[in-house]
């Protein structure tokens, strides 16, 4: 079992920056690849950006390309979302999740754990 818990969601202004944190636990977190999806009200939870075990390799949706960075640090296992240039569509809540397969996912079914999830509200 991996445990999984965010922070540092909260309100900012449009153009403004949060970085959200994932601390894991429970097992060894180098062995997981990683990844944070949203979910707005109303709407199905999609793909936000993904980083495998090594931090080698990422991958964004197109809709944060430019803006966003996924990063790991595998000694504090964490994992972090830099988010740059928000907008107001910006605005939900923010999951990371734990995937045991190799590659790079981007699909929910993919992952094994999730984490409850911090709110990122973003005022025009």
């Known amino acids: 079992q991996v445990q999984l818990v965010e922070s540092g969601g909260g309100l900012v202004q449009a153009g403004g920056s949060l970085r959200l944190s994932c601390a894991a636990s429970?097992?060894?977190?180098?062995?997981?690849?990683m990844g944070w999806f949203r979910q707005a009200p109303g709407k199905e939870r999609e793909f936000v950006a993904a980083?495998?075990?090594?931090?080698?390799?990422?991958t964004y949706a197109d809709s944060v390309k430019g803006r966003f960075t996924i990063s790991r640090d595998n000694a504090k296992n964490t994992v972090y979302l830099q988010m740059n240039s928000l907008k107001p569509e910006d605005r939900a809540v923010y999951h990371c999740?734990?995937?045991?397969?190799?590659?790079?996912?981007?699909?929910?079914?993919?992952?094994?754990?999730w984490g409850q999830g911090t709110q990122v509200t973003v005022s025009s």
């Open positions: 999740a734990a995937t045991e397969r190799g590659t790079l996912r981007t699909l929910p079914y993919d992952y094994n754990y």
């Open positions: 429970g097992r060894t977190f180098s062995d997981y690849g």
């Open positions: 980083i495998m075990r090594s931090e080698a390799f990422t």
